[in-house]
């Protein structure tokens, strides 16, 4: 017993000589460095120069299959439950989804990105503040609404797995991009990608950290990250795997030496410290002050560019401004294109922003790796990759009443015909029912339109027919 007692007193030193180790004023060369010995760039081979072949290398069509099946079949599942319920629904009208009306649907979520409103069904308005054709031309407002409320990516959830309905796609888009690309030697890894607080943050963190790097390890590359850790034994484990870790860390972070948070600073000023691997940990002080760990940089002063006024910054600090500058730029873009519309699920505002960062990648390979010479803006993609989609499908152009012809189209009211049962058909006026006044049903309706609407003979019927000769 008293030797177990002995072995745990040794587990506890040794616990806390790692979290405290001697840190120094002068850095011992300890750390091994470690050569990037990898090609980064392009791994397969565009089948063309045109900007929806870059987005297709990550948007391919089987993965859309999948969707498409996986929506048919949830679709099937609710009609079901409705059936036993004996309830109504409307998706007993549902017709089933193709990979055609698909890729038409993410065309018009993506131009929806372009326009914003306030509510989805805006788009649809035709009104003078809101009458966008495109729109209506390639898909009712009704069609979309449904494809939005059933669209799935996986029918089996798991219980244990919050993220099961998600879970193969994003899996998917990891292993994608490994297939496609081979990054460069900096990666950064922001706040943007962090996972909401809770109780285990900081856990959950170093998870996503390690899951993220796993396929990086050996290799030589150099992590950037923005207050990720609350230790500095992760980041020493990310160097045992052969990856350098620069980043701000959190003041509370257990093995800081007291040093260097307790000390202060001018403006100007900075102090480091080495632990024993030598690996520095760094306080400066501009505007406020920030601490900073790196295992691949010492902490000695460098003149930075953008300062004229001979600022001299530490080296740290100054690859870390260089390099998350590319990571804002990114966060940049995907900020002007907003994706997260009212789904009403969580999982697909996931789904959404993962295809926004496949147009993202995609514009960087088309820029990149195009034998065309002349560059385009990520605007310019955009619309490109939105009329490929569009052009899946024939528009929804509604023939209007001729005006001016030399024989103009006549319209007046007339009775519905007789159905089957002897009984004359109703249906409700389109005029009140923009109005969403008198939800009354008519038998009269316009034979002279292309989609013979139900329409009150009187003051209705003036008011759409109002320029137009009767």
């Not at 297939?179 to 809770?198: A, R």
């Not at 900073?292 to 600090?317: C, H, L, W, Y």
């Not at 969580?346 to 789904?351: D, Q, V």
């Not at 049962?421 to 923009?434: A, D, T």
Request: charged content about 30%; glycine content about 4%; hydrophobic content about 30%.
């Amino acid at each position: 017993m008293m030797q177990r007692v002995e072995e745990d007193e040794e587990d506890i030193d040794t616990i806390k000589s790692r979290e405290a180790r001697r840190w120094n004023d002068t850095w011992e060369p300890n750390l091994r460095k470690y050569k990037f010995w990898k090609y980064p760039g392009l791994e397969v081979k565009l089948s063309s120069d045109e900007p929806i072949d870059c987005f297709h290398l990550f948007l391919i069509k089987d993965l859309l299959q999948i969707i498409v099946a996986e929506t048919n079949l949830y679709v099937r599942k609710l009609i079901l439950s409705y059936r036993k319920k004996n309830k109504k629904t409307r998706l007993s009208k549902w017709k089933p989804l193709t990979l055609k009306i698909l890729k038409t649907f993410l065309g018009l979520w993506i131009h929806m990105n372009h326009i914003r409103v306030n509510r989805l069904k805006n788009y649809w308005k035709t009104e003078l503040l809101y009458n966008f054709p495109c729109f209506k031309e390639y898909m009712s407002k009704s069609r979309y609404m449904m494809i939005l409320k059933c669209l799935q990516f996986s029918n089996y959830p798991q219980k244990w797995d919050r993220l099961s309905k998600i879970r193969w796609f994003q899996e998917y888009f990891d292993q994608r991009i490994g297939d496609i690309y081979y990054p460069h030697k900096e990666q950064t890894l922001n706040e943007s990608f962090v996972l909401p607080k809770g109780k285990h943050q900081s856990k959950r963190i170093s998870n996503l950290v390690f899951y993220l790097t796993n396929n990086y390890t050996d290799t030589g590359h150099s992590l950037y990250m923005t207050d990720c850790y609350k230790s500095i034994a992760p980041c020493e484990e990310l160097y045992q795997n052969r990856i350098y870790v620069t980043g701000t860390l959190k003041w509370n972070s257990s093995g800081n030496p007291p040093e260097v948070t307790c000390k202060k600073l001018a403006k100007g000023e900075a102090v480091v410290k080495y632990n024993s691997p030598g690996i520095a940990n760094v306080k400066w002080r501009d505007k406020k002050e920030v601490l900073f760990i790196s295992t691949e940089f010492k902490g000695q002063m460098m003149k930075a560019r953008v300062k004229q006024d001979g600022t001299r910054t530490p080296k740290p600090i100054l690859k870390y401004n260089e390099i998350m500058a590319a990571a804002d730029w990114q966060n940049e873009m995907l900020a002007y294109y907003m994706c997260e519309k009212r789904t009403g699920r969580w999982y697909k505002k996931i789904g959404n922003h993962i295809i926004s960062i496949m147009l993202l990648n995609g514009y960087y390979l088309y820029n990149e790796y195009s034998t065309k010479k002349k560059k385009i803006s990520y605007d310019g993609y955009r619309h490109n990759i939105t009329k490929i989609l569009l052009s899946q499908v024939e528009r929804r152009i509604a023939e209007r009443p001729e005006t001016d012809s030399a024989n103009p189209v006549r319209h007046l009211p007339e009775r519905t015909p007789v159905n089957e049962n002897g009984r004359q058909s109703r249906r409700q006026c389109k005029v009140c029912y923009k109005k969403k006044q008198n939800h009354k049903f008519i038998p009269f309706y316009c034979p002279s339109c292309p989609e013979k609407p139900a329409i009150c003979p009187g003051k209705c019927f003036k008011t759409c027919y109002k320029h137009v000769k009767t």
